[in-house]
């Protein structure tokens, strides 16, 4: 079976802020992908945010689009390959442009984990996890 790929597609007020944040972050767009009215942007081969400007995201719907500063629409976890990275990424967001989420959450010595806001409010956690660890805390308390 081949790998399924994912977009997530957010609502953006300014494009070029969205981009120049995630950029800062240490993140690509896909090129091809991209254009006045939307960007890739590039987590893995597989998993993608169409960051789309407002206008744009609402021709792909009847609904009305979520305000993120007053309503969660999503909550997209990112992976991280440890505690440092979680706190590296999230610091990195908060020094430029985004602005605080939830407290760190910690389970035990195997899952770690953080959160953000990006510039347009939308949430995004970064965790790390030992599953091998977990699997072990499991089994004990089973």
């Not at 309503?71 to 610091?91: N, P, Q, Y």
Request: aromatic share 12%; glycine share 4%.
């Amino acid at each position: 079976m081949t790998a399924q790929m994912i977009f997530v597609n957010l609502p953006v007020k300014d494009l070029e802020a969205s981009k120049a944040f995630w950029t800062k972050l240490g993140y690509s767009f896909n090129p091809e992908f991209t254009d006045e009215n939307g960007a890739c942007l590039v987590f893995s081969d597989t998993i993608f945010a169409m960051l789309l400007t407002e206008p744009f995201f609402k021709s792909f719907t009847k609904k009305e689009v979520a305000d993120a500063s007053t309503s969660t629409e999503a909550i997209i976890a990112l992976s991280a390959e440890s505690r440092a990275k979680v706190d590296e990424l999230v610091d990195a967001a908060l020094a430029n442009g985004g602005a605080p989420s939830n407290e760190p959450q910690e389970y035990g010595d195997w899952m770690y984990g953080r959160s953000f806001q990006d510039p347009d409010h939308h949430l995004w956690e970064v965790v790390w996890m030992d599953v091998d660890k977990m699997r072990a805390a499991q089994q004990s308390e089973g």
